[in-house]
């Protein structure tokens, strides 16, 4: 009885997974799997990448993908110093609020709560008095960044619990973790995908390459990109966000230059573009400019020649897993690269496929719970991106019909008690901070009608001289602090003696 138990068991197990895809997200997946699950059988077939997957385009990160990368046991010498990449502290938001001053979006806190409230309640009882200095001016790593300079997180300072991205070498940083994945004893097949064969339960038995070879696996991930090369052969049901994140193309130019600690995103009439220092980019409404005019506008702001339009269609897959095939990153969601999320997407869905890892066969109640925290996530941050263009005061056509927009029913019930008294609503699946929420919202001018009755448990006179002291505490730290370059400088040369 018990051999025949063992048996099952082992009839049961998953054995084989299958990453198909050539760029940072397939690399990531087949390492991440490996690594946490060495017992696995994992293959990456190292397909061309796709040219259109922002996931593995866009140069700049999230502070996600460092704690992925320490979950792995990839260190800041290799996963950061050795692919050139830079840090990133925020964004910093040029004419997304006419008439109002450029804000940053910090990654940490802004100020610190004040007895039971946040700090964004009593600010707003200052704005409304006319006392509140701007709101980023609270926030150390808005600080930090504005003056160019880095420090990670530090004891005993105003810089003690920010947050912060990188900015990215692509090409190096996917070399890096193909030498990672490969090491960790991922194997890999370079080839094209010919065709993907089904059985009766729309369930893939093979995927045959080009070669006349076909590979098997209990379980298929489809990093392939936007085209979901094996997803796209199951069906191609998709939820449609255009109404509300409108930029269908992208451009991207490689100035050539140095990473830079704050990332600059500047409004425009039919989009907005971006500089991160080494790359810049354009994303826009195609039916607001046209290619070639879009094209020059790159070119003139970043005085390098752009390569062809990326095309998106803004939407999510609402059931990413299906059978044995999951699709992650652009296969599974495609959105504009607003707020640099499109890998962060893919390596949460990484983190979450091997937390809920199946059987040899995937049960309804996995695949289920899976598809509804990810779709939850996803439509999540498009809500956040939406609330961007909700919520910005620009004049422009385009602008003026996305603000008069019914936002989704979620954006609608968090900016209907953001603008009654301030408050935010809690989501399970929240890829952004209640700071970033106010820190966008306040910084386009977004301010709620009343006050939260808990501030006034403070007297007026503490906060203010709380809030005073924290600003002078930041201000005097900040000479102190390297600028960015040098503290690249110093990783490097210690790295190298």
């Avoid at 950061?80 to 910093?92: E, H, N, Q």
């Avoid at 609503?425 to 977004?446: C, K, L, N, Y």
Wanted: proline share 6%; with cysteine.
């Amino acid at each position: 009885m018990r051999d025949g138990a063992s048996r099952l068991m082992r009839g049961d197990r998953l054995e084989r997974i299958v990453v198909a895809g050539g760029g940072i997200t397939a690399w990531c997946a087949a390492a991440a799997i490996k690594r946490r699950a060495p017992f696995l059988d994992v293959t990456i077939l190292a397909c061309a990448a796709a040219p259109d997957a922002l996931a593995d385009r866009i140069a700049c990160t999230l502070p996600s993908l460092l704690g992925f990368q320490e979950d792995l046991g990839i260190g800041v010498a290799d996963g950061i110093v050795r692919t050139g990449s830079g840090y990133r502290l925020g964004t910093l938001f040029a004419g997304w609020a006419t008439g109002l001053p450029d804000y940053v979006h910090a990654y940490g806190r802004y100020g610190a709560s004040f007895g039971p409230t946040a700090f964004h309640l009593h600010w707003v009882r200052s704005a409304q008095d006319g006392s509140a200095e701007p709101f980023d001016s609270h926030s150390p790593a808005a600080a930090l960044a504005r003056a160019g300079r880095f420090v990670p997180p530090t004891a005993n300072s105003p810089f003690a619990d920010h947050e912060f991205g990188l900015t990215l070498d692509v090409p190096r940083h996917a070399t890096m973790l193909r030498a990672f994945a490969l090491h960790v004893g991922v194997r890999e097949i370079v080839g094209e995908i010919a065709g993907v064969t089904l059985d009766a339960d729309k369930a893939i038995t093979s995927v045959d390459l080009a070669d006349g070879s076909a590979l098997c696996a209990d379980l298929f991930i489809d990093a392939t990109g936007p085209q979901a090369r094996l997803r796209g052969t199951i069906d191609a049901v998709r939820d449609d966000w255009s109404a509300w994140l409108p930029c269908d193309r992208v451009l991207l130019a490689e100035p050539g230059g140095e990473p830079a600690v704050l990332t600059t995103v500047t409004a425009h009439e039919a989009g907005w573009r971006w500089s991160s220092g080494g790359q810049a980019g354009f994303a826009y409404a195609s039916h607001a400019i046209s290619d070639g005019k879009a094209a020059r506008v790159l070119r003139n702001a970043s005085g390098a020649t752009p390569g062809e339009p990326i095309r998106i269609r803004p939407g999510t897959r609402p059931q990413p897993w299906q059978g044995n095939c999951i699709a992650i990153g652009d296969a599974a969601t495609e959105i504009e690269p607003l707020e640099w999320c499109n890998l962060h997407l893919a390596l949460s869905a990484i983190d979450r496929l091997i937390t809920m890892l199946p059987g040899r066969v995937a049960t309804s109640v996995e695949v289920a719970e899976f598809n509804r925290q990810t779709r939850a996530e996803a439509e999540r941050v498009r809500d956040f991106l939406a609330m961007h263009y909700r919520t910005a005061r620009r004049d422009d056509p385009l602008w003026r019909s996305l603000a008069a927009t019914e936002p989704p029913a979620s954006l609608a019930h968090t900016l209907a008690q953001f603008a009654e008294r301030g408050r935010l609503p809690f989501h399970e699946e929240e890829t952004f901070a209640r700071d970033s929420w106010a820190a966008v919202m306040i910084g386009q001018g977004f301010l709620p009608r009343r006050v939260d009755p808990l501030v006034s448990a403070i007297p007026v006179a503490s906060v203010r001289a709380a809030m005073a002291h924290q600003a002078s505490a930041i201000a005097a730290a900040l000479p102190h602090v390297p600028t960015h370059a040098a503290y690249r400088a110093a990783q490097t040369r210690h790295l190298t003696q």
